[in-house]
């Protein structure tokens, strides 16, 4: 970040970082969201570019995703598929929607894999 501000005051105009949120990652379950979440809160972080995850040809998450193996430890990931836990992770990443509200009630008291 000081490197980065550093060359931002000798541009002509200002640049800024957008911070880009991915959630329901193979091997994230809803622990890991709400671990994101509090560090987050910590640092009064309220990002609003957060995607779900998606799958993409040919990359080692998709076979994550497809197989719940990783493919280089041979090692059983946990993926989470179902569309409510994906909600859930999202939300906790998004406390100020109004949306996640219900849902984030709903992921705290959530233990483990859903």
Do not use: W
């Not at 972080?45 to 430890?73: A, R």
């Not at 409510?84 to 705290?108: D, F, H, T, W, Y």
């Amino acid at each position: 970040m000081e490197q980065f501000e550093k060359i931002n005051r000798k541009l002509p105009s200002r640049r800024y970082l957008v911070n880009y949120f991915i959630t329901a990652h193979p091997g994230c379950d809803i622990n890991e969201a709400k671990a994101c979440a509090e560090v987050l809160a910590r640092r009064r972080m309220k990002p609003e570019q957060v995607q779900d995850f998606i799958p993409l040809p040919m990359t080692v998450s998709s076979c994550l995703y497809y197989t719940g193996i990783h493919p280089m430890t041979g090692q059983q990931v946990y993926v989470p598929k179902s569309y409510q836990e994906r909600a859930m992770q999202r939300a906790l990443i998004q406390p100020q929607n109004e949306k996640s509200q219900r849902l984030m009630a709903k992921a705290k008291r959530k233990k483990g894999h859903c």
